[in-house]
């Protein structure tokens, strides 16, 4: 069964980093993404890494956030560099495993439990 256990959140100030990690168990998977849900709207995708390791991503986040993945024996890290970080980057971020059909990333149905980012302005 596949499990996805998010770190890294945390409070910072505006300009500052934070680097999150998700390992993931479980499961072999081709591609992998970041989500995020800011308080009061819709959960966003910011950030996909195929198996090939080609990267996109939201374009507030262009230039900013780094999608990376390695893998070890038994167990896949999926991370998310965070640079220059803004108060509209406040929420909390999601890790994710999936698949592309075309251009379109597809999440599986299990979702980790998320990890909370406050920007402080």
């Known amino acids: 069964q596949v499990r996805l256990v998010e770190s890294g959140g945390g409070l910072v100030q505006a300009g500052e980093s934070l680097r999150l990690s998700c390992e993931v168990s479980?499961?072999?998977?081709?591609?992998a993404g970041w989500y995020r849900q800011p308080p009061g709207k819709q959960r966003e995708l910011v950030a996909t890494?195929?198996?090939?390791?080609?990267?996109?991503?939201l374009d507030s986040v262009k230039g900013r956030f780094t999608i990376s993945r390695d893998n070890a024996k038994n167990t896949v890290g999926v991370y998310l560099q965070m640079n220059s970080l803004k108060p509209e980057d406040t929420a909390v971020y999601y890790c994710?495993?999936?698949?592309?059909?075309?251009?379109?990333?597809?999440?599986?149905?299990?979702w980790g439990q998320g990890t909370q980012v406050t920007v402080s302005s």
């Open positions: 479980g499961s072999i998977f081709n591609a």
């Open positions: 890494i195929n198996s090939g390791g080609r990267t996109n991503y």
């Open positions: 994710t495993v999936g698949t592309f059909i075309g251009a379109d990333y597809y999440p599986n149905a299990k």
